[in-house]
């Protein structure tokens, strides 16, 4: 196992049965020589190598035992892995209230100490870190999906992803190399669980967080798509959350099946191409040298794709289309094997590479919100999360170098 010496910071990839085909996972323990809570202050710059390594190699680390840390040692950790990360919380300075804007139905909020970390989770808390009263709704894909699951499966146990995506709002800010999430209060609830294309079922925790590598999805492809992958910009659709408001997705939360209600042009905040996100879609991980697949199948709008042979460049504009071809690309993926389902304890310090992976909400949780005849809600069934994501000053590299790639993160005008 890497490590600087007998008692420093190392890590382990977790158990085969958890990781199984995924690539994803690992357990960073951070040594005797470090205080049980993390303290940046305490690495020295070989523990601060180890932990890039066991990210970029494993995609998602987890630190255990962390209750209590302090607030400020998130963002801090975040520039770790991205020094050019900028103080700003990728979906802004504040939190999201715009109404026109799908993300603010999470009604986050943001920690008074430490603005660059969102509050997530489910229930009310009452003088929280500063703030009166605090609501906090977890959004589940029976808000997003075409055809939710029905509430028999409901009552039986049953979820979904609720939409695979990256940390990024594909306007004006480019995504963070890496999202952290601190678990405050994990909810005591059975576990849930989700079906695949082939018939199979996994039992995964009840708001688990899930996972598939970029690097696992490319894997997959055709040799074929590959060589289309690596030859393709996609552009993504201006205010590409405002534009997908009305729109619903598959039940694998992969893409959106359906046209026509999209929201257009006329009816969106005011944007320029010049902030709309443009990006290759095999990236370059940082750590190693493997090529990822990573593209938003829901928020896509134009691809743009050379022809090797002659440097000629073909636009796809059609966004069903888009859709369609991003969806048969990516949707290979969606099996037990290659999902990685964080099962959350309190206090975990969970990092993940918010450019090596996609990740989604799972669960069903704010059904254990109802207040019963006290007018009370039951503690034990409520969640609390703090998010760190940060906009970066770099843009994600491609995979493939040629003349004419866009790595400046949006379109060029
Ligand atoms: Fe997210």
Known sequence: MPSREETGLWFEPLPADIRKQSDIGAEVHLGALSPPILDLATLTEADKDTLRQALFENQVIAIRNQAGIDPKTLPALARLFDPTASDIHSAGEKAVSDPRNILSAYKAGRLPCAPQVG??????????QGIPELEVIHLDHTAFHETPLTQEKLDAGYTRPYRWHMDTPFYERLPGDVTILHAVQVPQLPDQTISFPDGSEEQIAAGATAFFSGARAFELLTPEQQEFALNTTVTYAPQAYEY????????????????????????????????????????????????????????VYRLTTRDPSTGNFSVMDDVEQVRATVYAMQRRIWQAGHIYAHRWEEGDLVVFHNRGVMHSITGQLAQYQKKDAEDEVDDTKKRLMWQCTMTSGTAPKAFRNYDGVNETGFVRV
Not at 119 to 128: A, Q, V
Not at 251 to 271: C, F, H, N, V, Y
């Open 244 to 299: 997908i408001r009305h729109c619903k997705a598959t039940e694998d939360g992969m893409t959106i099946p359906t046209m026509g209600r999209e929201t257009k042009a006329e009816d969106m905040s005011p944007w320029s191409w010049d902030k709309v996100a443009e990006h290759p879609m095999v990236w370059r991980n940082p750590g190693t040298d493997r090529p990822f697949l990573q593209v938003h199948g829901c928020c």
């Open 119 to 128: 509050i997530i989770g489910s229930g009310t808390f009452k003088n929280y």
